[in-house]
Nanobody, 123 residues
Framework: QLVESGGGLVQAGDSLTLSCVASGDNFSWYTMAWFRQAPGKEREFVAAITWNGGVTYYSDSVKGRSTISRNNAEKVIYLQLNALKPEDTAVYHC??????????????????WGQGTQVTVSS
């Protein structure tokens, strides 16, 4: 089970840090990712971090103003979003890869999803 938190209503230019806590076993085996879905749009990849935190990936839309990180001992991942824009408004979901030690980035690679946390950025 994955539970996200940290969303909210912010102004453009603000920062937010989202958290996702996992309750399953072997958290440290799996790549974790953040996806987001804006109203009327398909869910899209935001960022991913490999099982040991050694490699991170970002979508072009957030690259340079976001940081994904993880703490395997606490079974949690974070997504820090800076310089938020109205187009960042979406429900943000965390997800866990279905295969251990794989660097998944496609939605099809992820089989466990959280319920999401809403981020709303006003202009």
């Amino acid at each position: 089970q994955l539970v996200e938190s940290g969303g909210g209503l912010v102004q453009a230019g603000d920062s937010l840090t989202l958290s996702c806590v996992a309750s399953g076993d072997n958290f440290s085996w799996y790549t974790m990712a953040w996806f987001r879905q804006a109203p009327g749009k398909e869910r899209e990849f935001v960022a991913a971090i490999t099982w040991n935190g050694g490699v991170t990936y970002y979508s072009d839309s957030v690259k340079g103003r976001s940081t994904i990180s993880r703490n395997n001992a606490e079974k949690v991942i974070y997504l820090q979003l800076n310089a938020l824009k109205p187009e960042d408004t979406a429900v943000y979901h965390c997800a866990q890869d279905t295969l251990r030690y794989r660097t998944g980035r496609s939605q099809a690679d992820f089989g466990s999803w959280g319920q999401g946390t809403q981020v709303t950025v006003s202009s």
